[in-house]
């Protein structure tokens, strides 16, 4: 099971730090990623990270995201900085239990686990 939490309404510019905790089994190899989708819009993929804390991100996003994780606590984090309106979405996140990341970890498919999401709002 998942659970997001953190999200929230900001202001341009300003910053939110997402947080996934992951309950019940897991295993030790992983794929874990955070979407988002805008209304009117398809899932899309923000960033991921694997077990041996290897990560990706969606090119336009790369230098305002980070994601991370923290093993002990089972929970991943998704940094925000420099928010802008266009980021203003449902945020998800999602685990792919027995892979590393892959180059298809965009893929929504491919997650067998599923938050239920937490709205950011992100005004100008």
């Known amino acids: 099971q998942l659970e997001e939490f953190g999200g929230g309404a900001v202001q341009s510019g300003e910053s939110l730090r997402l947080s996934c905790v992951a309950s019940g089994y897991i295993k030790s190899r992983y794929c874990m990623a955070w979407f988002r989708q805008a209304p009117g819009k398809e899932r899309e993929g923000v960033a991921a990270?694997?077990?041996?804390?290897?990560?990706i991100y969606a090119d336009s996003l790369k230098g305002r995201f980070t994601i991370s994780q923290e093993k002990a606590k089972n929970t991943m984090y998704l940094q925000m900085n420099n928010l802008k309106p266009e980021d203003t979405a449902i945020y998800y996140c999602?685990?792919?239990?027995?892979?590393?990341?892959?180059?298809?970890?965009?893929?929504?498919?491919?997650?067998?686990?599923w938050g239920q999401g937490t709205q950011v709002t992100v005004s100008s």
């Open positions: 999602a685990a792919d239990f027995g892979y590393y990341c892959q180059n298809s970890w965009q893929l929504v498919h491919q997650y067998d686990y």
């Open positions: 990270i694997d077990s041996h804390s290897d990560t």
